[in-house]
Protein backbone atom coordinates (compact mmCIF):
# COMPACT_ATOMS: atom_id res chain seq x y z
CA UNK A 1 0.00 0.00 0.00
CA UNK A 2 3.05 2.44 0.57
CA UNK A 3 4.34 1.63 -2.77
CA UNK A 4 1.40 2.62 -4.32
CA UNK A 5 0.56 5.88 -2.45
CA UNK A 6 3.98 7.52 -3.14
CA UNK A 7 4.43 6.38 -6.86
CA UNK A 8 1.06 7.99 -7.15
CA UNK A 9 2.96 11.33 -5.81
CA UNK A 10 5.66 10.49 -8.56
CA UNK A 11 3.01 10.55 -11.44
CA UNK A 12 1.92 13.38 -9.88
CA UNK A 13 5.14 15.36 -10.57
CA UNK A 14 5.38 13.47 -13.68
CA UNK A 15 2.34 15.08 -15.22
CA UNK A 16 2.92 18.47 -13.48
CA UNK A 17 6.04 18.07 -16.02
CA UNK A 18 4.65 17.23 -18.52
CA UNK A 19 1.86 19.69 -18.43
CA UNK A 20 4.82 22.28 -17.81
CA UNK A 21 3.48 22.85 -14.82
CA UNK A 22 6.82 22.34 -13.33
CA UNK A 23 9.47 23.52 -16.47
CA UNK A 24 13.05 24.61 -16.96
CA UNK A 25 15.29 21.76 -17.05
CA UNK A 26 17.17 22.92 -13.43
CA UNK A 27 14.01 22.79 -11.41
CA UNK A 28 13.15 19.72 -12.87
CA UNK A 29 15.39 18.40 -12.12
CA UNK A 30 15.41 19.01 -8.75
CA UNK A 31 11.80 18.34 -8.11
CA UNK A 32 12.66 14.49 -9.58
CA UNK A 33 15.09 14.61 -7.07
CA UNK A 34 12.87 15.98 -4.32
CA UNK A 35 10.37 13.30 -5.60
CA UNK A 36 12.65 10.75 -5.16
CA UNK A 37 13.80 11.74 -1.83
CA UNK A 38 10.20 11.50 -0.81
CA UNK A 39 9.98 7.68 -1.61
CA UNK A 40 12.98 6.96 0.25
CA UNK A 41 11.88 8.55 3.31
CA UNK A 42 8.33 6.82 3.05
CA UNK A 43 10.46 3.45 2.81
CA UNK A 44 10.99 2.67 -0.97
CA UNK A 45 13.78 0.62 -2.04
CA UNK A 46 15.95 0.14 -4.66
CA UNK A 47 13.06 -1.43 -7.46
CA UNK A 48 10.68 0.71 -6.23
CA UNK A 49 13.34 4.01 -6.74
CA UNK A 50 14.16 2.26 -10.23
CA UNK A 51 10.13 2.56 -11.29
CA UNK A 52 9.81 6.12 -10.61
CA UNK A 53 12.91 7.00 -11.83
CA UNK A 54 11.86 5.63 -15.94
CA UNK A 55 8.30 6.91 -15.27
CA UNK A 56 9.99 10.39 -14.51
CA UNK A 57 12.39 9.96 -16.86
CA UNK A 58 9.60 9.57 -19.70
CA UNK A 59 8.08 13.14 -18.67
CA UNK A 60 10.22 15.60 -21.02
CA UNK A 61 12.32 13.24 -23.27
CA UNK A 62 14.74 16.40 -24.60
CA UNK A 63 15.49 17.91 -21.25
CA UNK A 64 18.79 15.86 -19.92
CA UNK A 65 18.97 17.28 -16.30
CA UNK A 66 15.85 14.88 -15.69
CA UNK A 67 17.43 11.73 -16.46
CA UNK A 68 20.94 12.97 -15.22
CA UNK A 69 19.91 13.85 -11.64
CA UNK A 70 17.55 10.11 -11.72
CA UNK A 71 20.33 7.93 -12.83
CA UNK A 72 22.63 9.90 -9.98
CA UNK A 73 20.18 9.05 -7.24
CA UNK A 74 19.99 5.19 -8.84
CA UNK A 75 23.99 5.64 -8.74
CA UNK A 76 24.16 6.30 -5.23
CA UNK A 77 20.83 3.89 -4.29
CA UNK A 78 23.38 1.01 -5.66
CA UNK A 79 26.45 2.41 -4.16
CA UNK A 80 24.78 2.09 -1.01
CA UNK A 81 23.05 -1.02 -1.17
CA UNK A 82 25.15 -3.16 1.10
CA UNK A 83 23.86 -0.94 3.92
CA UNK A 84 21.21 -2.19 6.53
CA UNK A 85 17.63 -0.81 5.88
CA UNK A 86 18.34 2.26 8.21
CA UNK A 87 21.57 3.40 7.53
CA UNK A 88 20.56 2.68 3.66
CA UNK A 89 18.05 5.62 3.82
CA UNK A 90 20.07 8.09 6.18
CA UNK A 91 22.88 7.29 3.92
CA UNK A 92 20.57 7.88 0.82
CA UNK A 93 18.93 10.81 1.89
CA UNK A 94 21.94 12.62 3.18
CA UNK A 95 23.39 11.50 -0.46
CA UNK A 96 20.17 13.28 -2.12
CA UNK A 97 19.89 16.35 0.04
CA UNK A 98 23.58 17.49 -0.86
CA UNK A 99 22.89 16.50 -4.76
CA UNK A 100 19.57 19.00 -4.39
CA UNK A 101 21.64 21.40 -2.96
CA UNK A 102 24.77 21.44 -5.01
CA UNK A 103 22.16 22.02 -8.36
CA UNK A 104 20.24 24.11 -5.91
CA UNK A 105 23.53 26.66 -5.80
CA UNK A 106 25.07 26.24 -9.34
CA UNK A 107 22.08 28.80 -10.26
CA UNK A 108 23.88 31.72 -8.04
CA UNK A 109 26.91 30.23 -8.99
CA UNK A 110 26.25 30.95 -12.67
CA UNK A 111 24.46 34.19 -11.74
CA UNK A 112 27.97 35.47 -10.36
CA UNK A 113 30.31 34.21 -13.04
CA UNK A 114 28.10 35.41 -16.00
CA UNK A 115 26.68 38.78 -14.56
CA UNK A 116 30.57 39.92 -14.82
CA UNK A 117 30.55 39.56 -18.74
CA UNK A 118 27.96 42.04 -18.86
CA UNK A 119 28.66 45.76 -18.96
CA UNK A 120 27.21 48.66 -18.89
CA UNK A 121 25.43 50.06 -22.15
CA UNK A 122 25.03 46.56 -23.25
CA UNK A 123 21.87 46.07 -25.13
CA UNK A 124 21.34 42.19 -25.07
CA UNK A 125 18.79 39.84 -26.48
CA UNK A 126 17.34 36.81 -25.17
CA UNK A 127 15.41 33.93 -26.45
CA UNK A 128 12.44 32.11 -24.31
CA UNK A 129 12.52 31.69 -20.35
CA UNK A 130 15.83 31.06 -19.11
CA UNK A 131 15.99 31.09 -15.04
CA UNK A 132 20.27 30.81 -15.56
CA UNK A 133 19.43 34.25 -17.93
CA UNK A 134 17.23 35.91 -15.42
CA UNK A 135 19.56 35.52 -12.81
CA UNK A 136 22.61 36.44 -14.31
CA UNK A 137 20.53 39.58 -15.81
CA UNK A 138 19.90 40.58 -12.08
CA UNK A 139 22.52 39.88 -10.69
CA UNK A 140 24.04 42.40 -13.24
CA UNK A 141 21.40 44.76 -12.22
CA UNK A 142 22.35 44.45 -8.36
CA UNK A 143 25.41 45.54 -9.34
CA UNK A 144 24.99 48.72 -10.68
CA UNK A 145 25.43 48.66 -14.09
CA UNK A 146 23.09 49.84 -16.80
CA UNK A 147 21.78 47.53 -19.64
CA UNK A 148 18.53 46.89 -22.06
CA UNK A 149 17.21 43.41 -23.27
CA UNK A 150 15.25 42.70 -26.16
CA UNK A 151 13.25 39.63 -25.70
CA UNK A 152 11.28 37.21 -27.87
CA UNK A 153 7.91 36.55 -27.12
CA UNK A 154 8.70 32.37 -27.82
CA UNK A 155 5.93 31.13 -29.65
CA UNK A 156 3.90 28.63 -29.16
CA UNK A 157 3.60 28.84 -25.45
CA UNK A 158 4.80 32.76 -25.19
CA UNK A 159 7.56 32.29 -22.56
CA UNK A 160 8.80 35.49 -24.05
CA UNK A 161 5.98 37.56 -21.64
CA UNK A 162 7.41 35.38 -18.62
CA UNK A 163 11.40 36.75 -19.33
CA UNK A 164 9.70 40.18 -19.98
CA UNK A 165 7.86 39.88 -16.37
CA UNK A 166 10.52 38.66 -14.79
CA UNK A 167 12.54 41.32 -15.89
CA UNK A 168 10.29 44.70 -15.57
CA UNK A 169 9.66 42.97 -11.51
CA UNK A 170 13.65 43.41 -11.16
CA UNK A 171 13.54 47.18 -12.41
CA UNK A 172 15.54 45.84 -15.54
CA UNK A 173 14.66 47.51 -18.92
CA UNK A 174 13.31 45.17 -21.50
CA UNK A 175 11.16 45.08 -24.51
CA UNK A 176 9.13 42.14 -26.22
CA UNK A 177 10.15 41.46 -29.69
CA UNK A 178 8.16 38.93 -31.58
CA UNK A 179 10.50 35.67 -32.79
CA UNK A 180 10.71 37.15 -36.42
CA UNK A 181 12.25 40.11 -35.43
CA UNK A 182 14.87 39.19 -33.95
CA UNK A 183 17.52 39.20 -36.86
CA UNK A 184 16.17 43.08 -37.37
CA UNK A 185 16.40 43.94 -33.55
CA UNK A 186 20.21 42.87 -33.47
CA UNK A 187 20.60 45.00 -36.48
CA UNK A 188 18.75 48.15 -35.25
CA UNK A 189 19.22 47.87 -32.24
CA UNK A 190 22.85 47.40 -31.90
CA UNK A 191 22.73 43.99 -29.90
CA UNK A 192 25.99 43.33 -27.95
CA UNK A 193 25.37 39.88 -26.94
CA UNK A 194 22.95 36.62 -27.47
CA UNK A 195 22.13 35.53 -24.17
CA UNK A 196 20.19 31.76 -23.69
CA UNK A 197 19.86 29.23 -21.46
CA UNK A 198 19.48 25.15 -22.36
CA UNK A 199 17.95 22.27 -22.00
CA UNK A 200 21.12 20.11 -23.03
CA UNK A 201 24.20 20.45 -23.79
CA UNK A 202 25.98 17.52 -25.94
CA UNK A 203 29.65 16.85 -25.47
CA UNK A 204 30.32 18.34 -29.19
CA UNK A 205 28.80 21.26 -27.77
CA UNK A 206 26.03 21.43 -29.74
CA UNK A 207 22.81 22.87 -27.43
CA UNK A 208 19.29 21.54 -27.64
CA UNK A 209 16.99 24.67 -26.28
CA UNK A 210 13.42 26.10 -26.90
CA UNK A 211 12.79 25.98 -31.09
CA UNK A 212 14.00 29.15 -32.48
CA UNK A 213 17.01 29.17 -30.48
CA UNK A 214 19.36 28.13 -33.79
CA UNK A 215 17.73 30.72 -36.16
CA UNK A 216 18.66 33.08 -33.21
CA UNK A 217 22.34 32.03 -33.61
CA UNK A 218 22.35 32.12 -37.05
CA UNK A 219 21.43 35.46 -36.59
CA UNK A 220 24.12 36.66 -34.26
CA UNK A 221 26.62 34.73 -36.50
CA UNK A 222 25.78 37.10 -39.30
CA UNK A 223 25.85 40.38 -37.60
CA UNK A 224 29.24 39.55 -35.83
CA UNK A 225 27.61 38.90 -32.46
CA UNK A 226 28.46 37.02 -29.14
CA UNK A 227 26.24 34.26 -29.00
CA UNK A 228 26.36 33.08 -25.08
CA UNK A 229 25.14 30.10 -23.52
CA UNK A 230 24.26 29.95 -19.77
CA UNK A 231 23.60 26.36 -18.24
CA UNK A 232 24.29 24.38 -15.26
CA UNK A 233 26.67 21.31 -15.80
CA UNK A 234 23.57 18.89 -14.74
CA UNK A 235 22.09 19.80 -18.19
CA UNK A 236 25.49 18.55 -20.15
CA UNK A 237 24.64 15.08 -21.80
CA UNK A 238 27.04 12.19 -20.73
CA UNK A 239 24.27 9.74 -23.05
CA UNK A 240 26.04 11.81 -26.18
CA UNK A 241 29.70 10.71 -25.26
CA UNK A 242 27.64 6.77 -25.86
CA UNK A 243 26.40 7.99 -29.20
CA UNK A 244 22.78 8.53 -27.90
CA UNK A 245 20.61 11.10 -30.26
CA UNK A 246 18.92 13.86 -28.28
CA UNK A 247 15.10 12.92 -29.28
CA UNK A 248 13.49 15.87 -29.96
CA UNK A 249 10.23 16.44 -28.23
CA UNK A 250 7.17 17.42 -30.35
CA UNK A 251 4.30 19.06 -28.41
CA UNK A 252 0.05 19.07 -29.29
CA UNK A 253 -0.67 21.22 -32.24
CA UNK A 254 -3.60 23.06 -30.37
CA UNK A 255 -0.32 25.05 -28.64
CA UNK A 256 0.35 26.49 -32.17
CA UNK A 257 -3.62 26.74 -33.24
CA UNK A 258 -6.50 25.24 -31.41
CA UNK A 259 -9.13 26.13 -34.12
CA UNK A 260 -7.06 25.11 -37.06
CA UNK A 261 -9.22 23.72 -40.17
CA UNK A 262 -9.53 19.76 -39.49
CA UNK A 263 -7.55 18.92 -42.31
CA UNK A 264 -4.54 21.40 -41.67
CA UNK A 265 -1.61 19.31 -39.89
CA UNK A 266 1.01 21.44 -37.36
CA UNK A 267 4.44 20.46 -36.91
CA UNK A 268 5.45 21.31 -33.19
CA UNK A 269 8.79 20.76 -32.10
CA UNK A 270 9.80 22.18 -28.67
CA UNK A 271 13.45 22.31 -29.43
CA UNK A 272 16.09 22.71 -31.97
CA UNK A 273 19.78 22.11 -32.09
CA UNK A 274 21.95 24.88 -32.25
CA UNK A 275 25.84 23.86 -33.44
CA UNK A 276 28.64 24.16 -31.58
CA UNK A 277 30.41 26.12 -33.91
CA UNK A 278 27.80 28.97 -33.84
CA UNK A 279 28.36 29.06 -29.77
CA UNK A 280 31.06 31.58 -28.55
CA UNK A 281 31.45 30.76 -25.02
CA UNK A 282 29.30 28.58 -22.21
CA UNK A 283 29.03 29.91 -18.86
CA UNK A 284 28.62 27.31 -15.93
CA UNK A 285 28.71 26.87 -12.47
CA UNK A 286 32.29 25.51 -12.95
CA UNK A 287 33.59 28.75 -14.82
CA UNK A 288 33.41 29.99 -18.55
CA UNK A 289 34.38 27.48 -21.37
CA UNK A 290 34.30 27.35 -25.73
CA UNK A 291 31.50 24.80 -26.45
CA UNK A 292 34.47 22.45 -27.63
CA UNK A 293 35.60 21.90 -23.13
CA UNK A 294 32.26 20.55 -22.57
CA UNK A 295 33.37 16.77 -23.78
CA UNK A 296 36.76 17.02 -20.55
CA UNK A 297 33.47 18.30 -18.19
CA UNK A 298 31.45 15.21 -18.86
CA UNK A 299 34.37 12.77 -18.72
CA UNK A 300 34.99 14.15 -14.93
CA UNK A 301 31.69 15.02 -13.55
CA UNK A 302 29.99 12.15 -15.23
CA UNK A 303 32.59 9.69 -14.84
CA UNK A 304 29.94 7.56 -12.41
CA UNK A 305 27.88 7.16 -15.23
CA UNK A 306 29.68 6.59 -18.08
CA UNK A 307 31.24 3.33 -15.91
CA UNK A 308 27.46 1.88 -16.36
Not at 217 to 241: N, T, W, Y
Amino acid sequence: MVKKIVLSDVDSVVNDIKSMRVRGALNIAVTAAKSMKKLVKEGGVIETLQDAGQRLKSARPTAVSLPNSVDYILYLAEKNSHLGDEEFRKQLLDDIGRFIQEMENSLDEIAEIGSNIIRDDDVLLTHCNSDTVIEILKRAHSKGKKFTVYATETRPRMQGHITTGELLDAGIPVTLIVDSAACITMETKKVDKVLVGADTVCVDGDVVNKIGTSQVALCARKHGIDFIVAVESIKFSPQSMMGSIVKIEERNPDEVWRDRPSILGVYNPAFDITDASMVDIVVTELGIMPPEAVYQVVKEKFSWELRQ
